[in-house]
């Protein structure tokens, strides 16, 4: 089983719809993130969390929203999608160690039409 | 502030040829540098880390050594193989904060 869960894989969703990405780890890291990927733009943090109580907005926040449901839950909400927010959506998590890697689920491609 | 700059791909090689793909960095403090791979439909896998100057990461017949006087993290593979064939992304990591390139599309062809 995957360390880093990511659910859905694909959705296909309108414009203006409310819509929520999962993410559930098996790791016990504290750290976790969300991630937008989009061709020729690399990664782009949105959202990230140190613990359940800790929440923290990264460079693209604007139109996400999200939720630390228990250490190993954190879930990605977009209001009102929009056909820009159509990108390849990765959650991470990482250990407190210096030096430790990021570790990335599988992705969440999703298309707003 | 922090930054990864790698270079544009995407690069084609033939099967068994060298690769290199630069990276460098822009960074305060001591980062902890890596390079991740992503093959078509799945998310970054980490392929190696160097975590204080000097330090080579290996995995795979792939090798990158952190250069702090020269702000690099080049990765390097004596003869590729069709199965190399992937985006490659360096990143580095401050604090808990991480940092990644654009990325590097590489295709092996037989």
């Known amino acids: 089983d995957a360390d880093v869960t990511q659910t859905p894989r694909n959705r296909i969703t309108k414009t203006g719809k409310r819509i929520m990405l999962e993410c559930s780890q098996t790791?016990?890291?504290?750290?976790m993130y969300w991630y937008r990927q989009d061709p020729g733009l690399g990664l782009r943090l949105i959202y990230y969390?140190?613990?359940?109580?800790?929440?923290n907005k990264g460079e693209i926040s604007d139109g996400y929203s999200v939720s630390r449901q228990a250490q190993a839950k954190f879930s990605l909400s977009l209001e009102s999608a929009i056909p820009n927010q159509t990108a390849l959506y990765f959650c991470?998590?990482?250990?407190?160690?210096?030096?430790?890697?990021?570790?990335f689920g599988n992705g969440t491609r999703l298309t707003v039409t | 502030g922090n930054s990864v700059t790698q270079m544009e791909g995407p690069v084609t090689l033939s099967e068994e040829a060298f690769l290199t793909i630069n990276c460098t960095y822009t960074?305060?403090?001591?980062?902890?540098l890596f390079w991740y791979v992503q093959y078509p439909g799945e998310g970054l896998q980490l392929l190696l880390k160097?975590?204080?100057?000097?330090d080579k990461g290996s995995n795979k017949g792939f090798e990158a050594t952190y250069r702090k006087e020269t702000t690099s993290f080049h990765l390097e593979k004596g003869s590729v193989q069709v199965s190399d064939s992937a985006v490659y992304f360096c990143?580095?990591?401050?604090?808990?904060?991480?940092?990644f390139g654009t990325g590097t599309s590489l295709t092996v062809i037989p």
């Open positions: 991470a998590t990482s250990d407190v160690s210096v030096g430790s890697p990021l570790h």
């Open positions: 790791k016990g890291h504290d750290r």
């Open positions: 969390s140190f613990d359940v109580k800790d929440i």
């Open positions: 960074a305060t403090g001591y980062p902890s």
């Open positions: 160097a975590t204080k100057a000097d």
């Open positions: 990143a580095l990591r401050t604090g808990n904060q991480f940092y």
